[in-house]
């Protein structure tokens, strides 16, 4: 544009990533050219400020140039692209005989292709990433530097001669000789076998979706009996043979970001049921890599299951060394290349309730790209996440920076995962931490993490309780200085050192007020409950109605039987239990009485299939909400289990949520008008539930209330370091 505009000067990539750009030339045309880089950048190109400063001497600059990068770092802060999907161009070329890069895998230009997985460091030149080992060939190097060219400074430009390969091994890493090994991958998939795949941000694992046989199979040897698998399908068409797909859906399912979306699954719905057991929806994504593309290609399978390659709690594998003695005893083949992963990067996970989208898990496509507030902070804040799904988030003046996907931080390895991300985080962002935020658990390890943190960089640590993180994490978002609140999830440590979870605040720059919250229930023999919510409904049911009867004759639900009811009757008896207002405990008691689900085996799983039961019902019970100091649960999880016999599950599921989401809102609403606040907010885990969250935004904005709900950030635990952030900005 600059040549087309007359304009001599230069053009650079700087260490702070931000673009510097010198041109001389008739006042006019600068201008013009200034239009011209406003509305005419390529696809990917996002300018956040273009600042210009006209200067007094001449450069006597001959054309117009691209310099090398230079080290410059003036500002932090900067912007690091994420990874971006297989662009249409390139499909185009991988798929014609006459292109150079027909049928090459890691086809890429400057509009697509790995990039926060492949930087290692800044400024983002070629020699700064893992494409390093590849020296370019003539061909690609001509393109390289041909400022006509599409893959002009494009930093991942490759092809079948210089770029990395791709190879299948046997499951001890014994090369095999395939001609053509990812489309023999596609048939080994289609052929009933495991295989596990390379990828751009870490291995996936894969199988047929239309056979349970290797399903089953991958369960069993990775001890998975019931968590949902995502999948990948061939391509938009194909998943409308399967799943629903709404117009919103169908432009995030394709769009650059290319998440895994979860979908309704449609009534002629032919996969196997072992991907999504239980479950009203199929998490769905399309290929995103030239590899992805090519697996489909001699295979009549609609889609493969594509699930994170990793042990049990540890973080998803990236090296191929690593891969064989992880991966090696679950998987019968390797689809390797030979391309290093420089940040490993877990698929994004979203969902949609009707238009507005719910971000599950925020990684590859939008990590590590910037949160833009409304506003500017003062202080550089790390916050550092709870324990479930964790992410850690820099906030840097106006900007949010987040981490990809950690995961459950209780083991050494997803620590290990946290500190090395969270270190690369604020090398890309340039950031100095003034202040630190993490949970106010005492025994948390981030929690540990952030106080030594604290400790060797010598800066303020400020514990920020559980759910004044989510509540500050809709203020920050949404840019308000004080709001109302429903945080509902599984667990947080409350002020009180007990277990909250289904909680009303008040939140405003100075911090938070607990209005309200669920009723207290017992957590019969502690974490056990959680586990086995059959134990949270006897624990509510037993002073009204006869349990013991009622769990005697369930005792087959139980992992010990007759004689574990026994102690739990004996338990009830003596009535100490740890108490929790949490959400989630309240839908799993539920969940447990309508036969739904007996055993959490992953995070949420009695309350997801609860929700899944209600997909079809409606409210037959019709409870009022009953609102004395906190909401009473205990009604109507009585009346569910009085009422079990009379209607179906699906109404009695679609009742309970109703019941707990008008409550929640009612009260909300009552504090609000109160406290003379305009804007009600919902967060915490809680508010992935569809039912529950249209609920409460249908009855808060009858009410007349403004209704907010994260959109940007997760509601569910993968927003508590920016929240955290947040709160701790506003204190300091
Ligand atoms: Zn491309
Ligand atoms: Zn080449």
Redesign the pocket.
Known sequence: MAVENALVGYVRNRGDAIVEIVVEGEEGNIKHFLNDLKRRGPPLARIYKIEVKYLDNEGGFEKFTIESSSENTELSGSVIPPD?S??????R?LRDPKDKRHNYFF???????PRFTTIRTLPYDRSNTTMLKFPMCDFCSKEYRDPLD?RFH?QTIACSQCGPKAYITSKDGAPLDYEDPIRESGRLLEEGHVLAIKGNGGFHVATATTQSEPIARLRKVKHRAQKPFAIMARDLQTVKTFARVSREEAKLLTSYVKPIILLKKGDDYYLSELISPGLHNVGVMLPYTGLHVMLFDKVREPAFVMTSANSPNEPIVTENDEAIKKLGPTVDFFLFHNRDIAQRCDDSVVRLHGKKQSIIRRSRGYAPEPIHLKYSVDRCVLGVGAEENVTSCVLLKDKAFISQFIGDVENVETLKFLKAATKHLLKLTNSRIDVIACDLHPKFVTTKMANDLGNELQCPVIPVQHHHAHIAALMGEHNFSEMVAIVCDGFGYGLDGTAWGGEILYGNHDGFKRLGHLQEQPMVGGDFATLYPLRMAAGVLYESANVEEWLLANNHRFPHGEKEVEILIKQLERGVAPKTTSCGRVLDAVSAILGVCYERTYEGEPAMKLESAAIRGKDVLNLQPRLENVINTTSMIEEVFNQRDRYSTADLAYSAQSYIARSLAQFAIEKAEHLNIKVIGFSGGVAYNEQITLTIKRVVEESGFTFVANRMIPPGDGGISFGQAIAASFQV
Request: glycine share 6%.
């Open positions: 971006v297989i662009c249409n161009e390139c499909l070329e086809i890429t230009c400057i509009n697509c292709g599409r494009a």
